[in-house]
């Protein structure tokens, strides 16, 4: 009993301390009938080497998660992701946008970007993970992602031989984690605010 | 967990474990060894260059069709400067058509839209995907003004394949950037997974080497109590290897101990009785000779008239001559037990004591008959080979003697007019020779089984109770076993064990 105690002292510590250490980034949110919308820019994921990257005719995604968790825990209340897949046409001016099953064509990177980075107004759940908080403070984590590699390609170009033996699915399957991740990210998080009376 | 388990444990895990870490070294060499090989540099540039020539190729054709929509606005504003109508357009429109491979339909259409000639390819359903795309152009002729649409179309898979090119060279770079942590990973997993299989073998081999360890405690616990005096230890030996040899023979060892504790206690005993009965002797024997000659003299030198008196002197002379003769048997019988010499053993065949005894058969009737043989049938079978054990040939005579003489004692007792018989063999088995006395007489009760050795302890009215336990320790002597137990025949078997000598 006493080490569970210790461990979950320990373990909260490290929470609290990774949130502290968190960079926060002016969000506004904005409570719609009980649900959270956030606007915030992740713009600053894109430097030089993903905006030339972007440029290159080959399909790369922009991918932004945002979450919503009570101070002090990693424990997610609601969560929402936002991708996007960018390609530059090479055969027509512009850049193809992907959004789930809508195309969109952008003239310049710096749209791309406006539509990809900059989230205007996303509600990240729903009002029945709010409804039994309200009063308690939360905070909006965003993670922001360029090319992480989709587990679905990931599977197909990263494949274990067809053996028998155990090591090669349990090392592919730690491979694909380290390779697919996304090749530049940032995480910020916003202010402390409490969940609406 | 014993000191030896430990040690035991101990070496089963320094040797999988250094096996497991020579494994990992060897293994982490090996696969970046493999990983270089396989993943390397010069491969991925190769991968980046094939995706480079396809973005080119993608190039090039646009900039073909960009070429192939000048030409066409060239060839419609030479048209237009020649002033010449659209019937001389639409051949030409043909031609070029013709020409340019990628260029999948051309209209022209003057500024209100209202087209001038117009020229496509038939499309075929079953043809591959295409991008079709519009390459616009506008022609000019002083001041008439052309629009022309240019449809160019070149396969989709061109563009796939470029992404999946991208794509795969975007996986291998990373590959090739994370080579020394992929080759790690398979080395920890490998590891990891070695470390299971190592952790089994070990419990395995804990659990095997357990047996061997219990066992050896079990050895070292049954050792304690014996030095503690404890003789009724055995211990299990059920396996076939060393352990299993080492605890027979600690059985065989305790087992002996056992044999020569009770065998020395009772011989120990006999020597305590025999000593009795040498003083026992001695005191008897001494007023008997002047009770019985004083008896005499009373009877003889008395000399009065009393008639009735001189019978009451001969009856009491009588008696007392009578129980001095039982007194003096007694005291012959004490003597003897008292005398009992301690065997000389030498090797001998027991066959020919057996012999013996069967000679000596006529005389033990006539002696329990008092002079007259007893109706009792004596078969003695002679052993059909030698058997050759360490004995004193007389002292075994006497004690096996003793059990004939006994057997027919007991069945003429019971079966005075005949019926009586008493076997008599001698043979071998299982490493020991035997000599068995069996009769069919009432037997001896269970309860006493253990008992009919002891000195004076007899169910006779007329026995010293000293006849068996000279049986039994002339047999302690040679080294032997005597036990007594039912006949097939219904009344007792005494059977003596002696140890045959080729099995010393």
């Known amino acids: 009993m006493r080490r569970w105690l210790i461990a979950l002292v320990l373990l909260t510590s490290a929470v609290v301390y990774a949130q502290a250490h968190l960079p926060a980034r002016d969000m506004r949110i904005a409570w719609d009938r009980g649900a959270p919308k956030v606007s915030f820019s992740a713009k600053d994921l894109a430097d030089e080497r993903v905006r030339r990257e972007l440029s290159g005719g080959l399909r790369k995604r922009l991918v932004v998660h945002v979450s919503s968790h009570f101070k002090g825990s990693n424990h997610a209340l609601a969560h929402r992701t936002f991708g996007c897949a960018v390609t530059r046409d090479l055969w027509e001016d512009g850049y193809l946008v992907r959004i789930g099953t809508k195309s969109m064509r952008f003239k310049t990177v710096e749209q791309v970007l406006d539509h990809c980075l900059v989230v205007e107004g996303l509600f990240v759940g729903e009002p029945k993970n709010y409804e039994r908080n309200k009063g308690k403070d939360i905070y909006f984590f965003v993670r922001a992602e360029f090319n992480p590699i989709s587990q679905k390609q990931c599977r197909e170009l990263i494949r274990p031989s067809g053996g028998s033996d155990a090591v090669g699915p349990i090392t592919v399957s730690i491979v694909r984690r380290r390779i697919c991740q996304a090749e530049r990210d940032i995480e910020f998080r916003s202010e402390f605010l409490k969940v609406p009376q | 967990m014993s000191r030896f388990e430990r040690k035991i444990l101990f070496a089963i895990g320094i040797s999988v474990f250094l096996a497991l870490g020579g494994a990992v070294f060897l293994a982490r060499g090996a696969l970046r060894e493999v990983y ?250 001494n007023p008997l000779t002047p009770i019985q000659l004083a008896a005499q003299e009373m009877d003889e030198t008395y000399d009065g008239g009393d008639e009735d008196y001189q019978r009451k002197l001969q009856s009491a002379r009588a008696i007392i001559e009578e129980e001095v003769a039982t007194l003096r048997r007694l005291v012959g019988e004490f003597s003897a037990f008292a005398k009992l010499p301690e065997a000389d053993l030498a090797p001998a065949d027991l066959g020919e004591v057996v012999h013996a005894i069967e000679t000596s058969v006529p005389a033990m009737l006539e002696d329990v008959g008092r002079g007259t043989p007893v109706p009792v049938e004596v078969e003695v079978s002679p052993a059909t080979e030698s058997i050759r054990v360490r004995m004193d040939p007389m002292m075994l005579k006497r004690g ?52 009919v050795f002891d000195p004076y302890y007899t169910t006779r009215p007329e026995g010293t109770g000293l006849g068996l336990a000279i049986v039994k320790k002339v047999v302690l002597e040679h080294g032997g076993e005597v036990r007594v137990d039912r006949a097939p025949e219904g009344g007792a078997r005494f059977c003596i064990e002696l140890p045959l000598l080729e099995s010393r």
């Open chain 2, 400 to 451: 096996l003697d003793n059990l004939v003489r006994n057997a027919i004692q007991a069945v003429h007792e019971t079966q005075p007019d005949g019926g009586g018989r008493v076997f008599v063999r001698a043979y071998k088995a299982r490493n020991s020779a035997f000599v068995e006395v069996r009769d069919n007489g009432v037997g001896v009760a269970e309860e006493d089984w253990d008992r």
């Open chain 2, 36 to 285: 270089s090989v396989g993943v390397n540099e010069r491969f991925g540039t190769e991968l980046v260059h094939g995706v480079e020539a396809r973005r080119g190729q993608l190039l090039a054709l646009r900039s073909s069709t960009e070429q192939a929509a000048d030409a066409v606005q060239w060839a419609v504003e030479a048209e237009m400067a020649r002033q010449r109508g659209s019937q001389r357009i639409t051949p030409m429109l043909q031609e070029l058509l013709e020409r340019y491979v990628f260029v999948r339909g051309i209209r022209v259409t003057t500024v209100d839209d209202a087209v001038i000639a117009s020229v496509s390819r038939p499309v075929d359903p079953r043809a591959e995907p295409m991008r079709v795309t519009t390459r616009d152009r506008t022609a000019s002729a002083g001041e008439r003004r052309v629009h022309i649409a240019v449809e160019v179309a070149v396969p989709e898979v061109y563009f796939e394949r470029l992404q999946e090119a991208g794509a795969a060279a975007d996986v291998y770079s990373r590959l090739q950037r994370r080579s020394a942590s992929v080759s790690d990973v398979y080395v920890w997993v490998f590891g990891v997974l070695v470390f299971l299989v190592i952790v089994v073998a070990f419990l395995i081999g804990a659990i095997l080497s357990r047996r061997v360890t219990k066992r050896v405690a079990a050895l070292a616990e049954a050792s304690r109590k014996v030095g503690a005096g404890d003789l009724s230890v055995s211990l299990p030996s059920s396996a076939t290897d060393e352990i299993t040899e080492l605890t027979e023979a600690f059985n065989d060892m305790v087992r002996d101990l056992r044999d020569s504790r009770t065998r020395i206690a009772y011989l120990q005993r006999i020597g305590a009785w025999q000593d009795f009965a040498r003083r026992l002797a001695h005191e008897i024997k």
